[in-house]
């Protein structure tokens, strides 16, 4: 069974920063695509950045040129840097990891970011 460890949340103001790592138990890291998810209250688990092993990587447009996706495949570790954060990215943060080819989803317990003077 795939695990998903999740770091990094908290409370920071805005304009600051913060950055969310996810730690996969597999030995076949590469093989999955690694996303980063957010969810409101009420709200439905919205995609806030995706990445693939060679390093592709697709942004909701909300957080375009803020936030950074990155993985290090020798680590078995997805990240999400977040710069110039704002009130609206207020969530809890879930991490995901994808078989680019088969079935296969998994997802991380959350980490809840507040963003908040």
């Known amino acids: 069974q795939v695990q998903l460890v999740e770091s990094g949340g908290g409370l920071v103001q805005p304009g600051g920063s913060l950055r969310l790592s996810c730690a996969v138990s597999?030995?076949?890291?590469?093989?999955?695509?690694m996303g980063w998810y957010r969810q409101t209250p009420g709200n439905q688990r919205d995609l806030v950045a995706t990445i693939v092993s060679g390093g592709s990587t697709i942004y909701a447009d909300s957080v375009k040129g803020r936030f950074t996706i990155s993985r290090d495949n020798a680590k078995n570790t997805a990240y999400l840097q977040m710069d110039s954060l704002k009130p609206e990215d207020t969530a809890v943060y879930y991490c995901?990891?994808?078989?680019?080819?088969?079935?296969?989803?998994?997802w991380g317990q959350g980490t809840q970011v507040t963003v908040s003077s």
């Open positions: 995901n990891a994808k078989l680019l080819i088969g079935f296969g989803s998994y």
């Open positions: 597999t030995s076949a890291f590469s093989r999955y695509v």
